[in-house]
Structures are given as C-alpha cells and as structure tokens.
C-alpha cells in the first residue's frame, strides 16, 4: 500500500509539473519582444507626463517622460524609444496617457482599451520575411507599439516593426489640468503652465507655421481614411527591367513594405493617403547590369485633392498611384489614376540615383 502511494504521489507530481511548464509555455507564446514608443505632429510639440500600457493582470509597462512633434519627424514616426521591462511582455489590454500640447497651452489626458485580440492576432501573424544571414525564409512580427499624439486630443496607436507599420486604434482624450509642481517634479516650481510653454515655442519654424496655418483640427482624423489603392510602376524600357523592394508610407503614419518576389503581383487593398514613396530597379545597359533608386516625398494638400478628385467624397472606387520612369532612367512623372480619371502630381520630391552593382 505504501509503495502505491509513493506511486501516486510520484505521478501527481509529475502531472503538476507537466502542467506548469505547459501553462508557462502558453503564456511565454503569448508574449512577445516589443516596447513603447511615442509619436507626435511635427511643429505640434508636447510633452507626455505619463505613457503607460496595463496588462490583464494589473502589471503595467511605462515609458519616461518626453517631448514630441518637433521638426524633423512626421507623424507615426517614434521619437521616444526605449526599452523598458522584461525582454518578452504580454500584449496590453489598457493605455493611460497624459500630456502638455505647447501649441495649445492645454493638457490631455485618458484611459483607454486596447483591442488586445485584434493586437495579438497581428503579432502572432506577422508577416513572410527573409533572413539574409541565414539565408532562409522567416516570419518576422511587430517590435514596438507606438502611441501618437495630436491637437485636440488625438490619440493614435501603431504597431511598428521592420518595414511595415500599422494603425491598430484611435481614441479622444478629454482636456484636464495638472498641477506643474508635479509635471516638473519639483516642490518649488514657480512657472505657470502658460509660461513653461511659451519657453518652450522659441522654434521659429513653429511659431511661423502656427501663424500661418494655426491648428488643423481634424486633420489627422481625415489621414486615418482609407482607399482601395495599389502602386504601379512603368519604364520605357526594351530590356526587362526588375524592381526590388517597394516602401510605401502613409500619411496616417502607416508604413507598408513590398519585397521583390510580391511586386509583380501588387493587389488592390485598403490603403491610406501616400506620403511617401521609395523604390529600386535594375536591367541590363549596355552589356552591364546597371542599379536605379527613386524616393519621392508627396505634398499632402496635393495629395488630399487629388484623392478627393479620383475617389470622390465617398472614397469609393479602386485607384493606382502610377510612376512612369523615362528611357534615361533620369526622369519619372507620377499620377493618381482611377475610374477614367488622371491627376498628375507635380508638387512632388525626389530624385533618381544610379547604383553600381
């Protein structure tokens, strides 16, 4: 009898300990390896007092204090990186988040639910990758979840990772009032909120285009508006000419990275207005194989017209984003195109570099 019991025992234990390393093994496949960020409107500075993503659990991860919006940036880009907690953390289900918009003299502030089925869905499915280390084909998945913050209350989150960048949520944030002794920190903080500032608007580049322009309210909702769009490249060419990778970025911050094996079968899906456009060729000249690159950056008043003319005001209908590359390999011109229509886009930048291969 004794000798069964030691038996038992032995098997129970076992079966507990089998449990536990599986209920670890579970939870461990549902964390991942990401970190906070944070994202601001360029000359729309502000400063966050509080960034702050709450588990299921209670557990929260917090970012430090920063300013963002300053030039130099665009909108979903991260500014305040950094790498906090442990390596592999769960997916949030809750995010608080307070700031100081400079260019309004107002804080903000909320509390948020996160759609954490729809966030981890995407993290567990990432995207067909390639690791040229090894040369083999990987599955690569999100790295950050960035928060942006806008006039008037705007709150934006983004999942970020190597090449691709999508919107995952929007929220409102309510107008609030903080003490600035303990925004600063300090017990023996003197300066009003309107003081601090104004100390902090001496940027001219800011100050003249909030004469100019003042605060666009609702802008950054209008980018969040999505298109049945795809791009399509042309060249005046004899010889076959091959494209690599295709980078496309999205005035709602969103980013969109197409490999050289997915170019030829580019279809048409749901994309926002294109901020930017970046991408690379080579064929054959002249007996030797000859490399290209093209950047183009767009203007977003052109932009938002030229949508408005090929989509209408219900945003229906499917369209192209066409660059045509001349025989020279020295000149391209781009149109949006849709529904027997064409606009040609002229207040574009870029340029066209030749790479040796």
Same mark, same amino acid.
């Given at each position: 009898? !004794? ?28 964390? +991942?390896? =990401? ?16 960034? @702050?993503?709450?588990?299921?659990? @209670? ?5 430090? &204090? ?44 909320? @509390? ?14 990432? =995207? ?29 989150? =983004? ?10 949520? @929007? ?14 920190? !300090? ?5 009003? !909120? ?5 100390? %902090? ?5 800011? &100050? ?6 003042? $605060? ?47 170019? &030829? ?5 749901? !994309? ?19 490399? +290209? ?30 660059? %045509? ?7 391209? %011109? ?17 340029? $066209? ?5």
């Amino acid at each position: 009898m !004794r000798n069964i019991f030691l038996i038992c025992s032995i098997l129970l234990s076992c079966c507990f300990a089998s449990c536990q390393n599986l209920t670890k093994k579970t939870m461990d496949q549902e964390k +991942f390896d =990401w970190n906070p960020g944070a994202a601001g409107v360029p000359n729309y500075p502000m400063e966050y007092s509080m960034l @702050s993503f709450v588990n299921a659990d @209670s557990t929260s991860i917090s970012s430090p &204090t920063a300013s963002v919006g300053y030039k130099g940036s665009q909108w979903g880009d991260n500014v305040a990186s950094v790498q906090v907690g442990d390596d592999l953390k769960a997916i949030p289900v809750r995010l608080n988040v307070t700031w100081l918009s400079y260019t309004e003299d107002q804080f903000y502030t909320g @509390s948020f639910v996160l759609p954490h089925d729809k966030i981890l869905t995407l993290f567990k499915k990432g =995207w067909p990758d390639f690791d040229y280390g090894i040369n083999k084909p990987i599955t690569s998945t999100f790295k950050e979840i960035i928060v942006g913050m806008a006039p008037g209350g705007m709150v934006v989150v =983004w999942l970020s990772g190597a090449g691709h960048q999508v919107d995952v949520a @929007s929220f409102k944030a309510h107008k609030t009032d903080v003490d600035m002794k303990e925004f600063s920190g !300090r017990s023996d903080y003197k300066f009003t !909120r309107t003081q601090y500032t104004k100390d %902090q608007l001496k940027d001219t580049v800011i &100050t003249d285009n909030l004469a100019k322009n003042g $605060i666009p309210y609702g802008l950054w909702d209008k980018y969040r508006e999505h298109f049945s769009m795809r791009p399509k490249i042309v060249f005046d060419q004899h010889e076959p000419v091959k494209i690599g990778t295709i980078v496309m970025n999205f005035l709602n911050g969103e980013q969109e990275e197409i490999d050289s094996a997915g170019v &030829t079968k580019i279809e048409y899906t749901d !994309r926002a207005r294109i901020r930017s456009l970046n991408f690379n060729w080579s064929l054959q000249l002249g007996g030797k194989k000859q490399g +290209f690159q093209l950047g183009i950056t767009f203007e977003p008043a052109e932009i938002v017209k030229a949508y408005e003319e090929i989509y209408g005001k219900d945003n229906k209908g499917q369209g192209e984003l066409l660059v %045509q590359i001349n025989r020279g390999n020295d000149h391209y %011109q781009v149109f949006l195109q849709g529904d027997n229509k064409k606009v040609e886009l002229v207040k574009t930048q870029g340029e $066209i570099y030749s790479q040796n291969n």
